[in-house]
């Protein structure tokens, strides 16, 4: 019985850990980031001149992240520890969304939810370093996966409005959704 309720423990806890998001990121000097990252970056994205570059600490370890403005849109780099690009993200207005996707978007937030108030649109490409160079140097989508990461306030069971992240498709269909977990940094626990 002992056995059973700690493996009913923990099988619970890797549930509630796959539908939160916890980060934090600190600002790193460029040094200090794998040099993988840095030529990736440069390689892939010429015109930039001077990212910002971030260690993320989440859930499941840290990661390395650039975020830089080109052509009046933000993006986000991020990185494994090795160097290796996990993905990038470049936000999205609503008006830049195809039909298609404001259509699929529309119908799960409305379906869905009662009330709720978009934060953030994020388009994601996902893919092996060689690929995702490739689609941003080529546009050549082999090998990408192409997803939206959407930041969206929304009631929960208990009628609190809380902070969510949605994951797309290409075409805007629910895929999941995780709560947002803000930590109060000025307020810790020993």
Do not use: C
Not at 156 to 168: H, N, P
């Amino acid at each position: 019985i002992r056995n059973s309720l700690l493996i009913l423990f923990l099988l619970s806890s890797i549930s509630v850990l796959g539908q939160e998001k916890v980060e934090r990121e600190v600002r790193v000097k460029e040094r200090q980031v794998p040099i993988e990252a840095r030529k990736w970056l440069k390689d892939t994205f010429e015109k930039i001149r001077k990212p910002k570059w971030y260690k993320e600490f989440s859930e499941l370890g840290y990661s390395f992240e650039a975020k830089f403005k080109l052509q009046d849109r933000f993006h986000s780099v991020e990185f494994d520890l090795l160097g290796n690009v996990l993905d990038v993200e470049i936000e999205m207005e609503w008006e830049g969304l195809s039909d298609e996707v404001k259509a699929n978007l529309s119908s799960h937030f409305v379906g869905t939810l009662r009330r709720f108030k978009l934060e953030k649109i994020q388009i994601q490409y996902s893919g092996l370093p060689a690929d995702s160079e490739d689609f941003f140097d080529k546009e050549k989508t082999d090998g990408v996966l192409i997803q939206f990461e959407i930041e969206y306030q929304a009631e929960d069971q208990s009628k609190v409005i809380r902070l969510w992240e949605g994951t797309f498709s290409s075409e805007g269909k629910f895929l999941a959704q995780r709560r947002i977990v803000v930590r109060d940094i000025f307020n810790l626990s020993f």
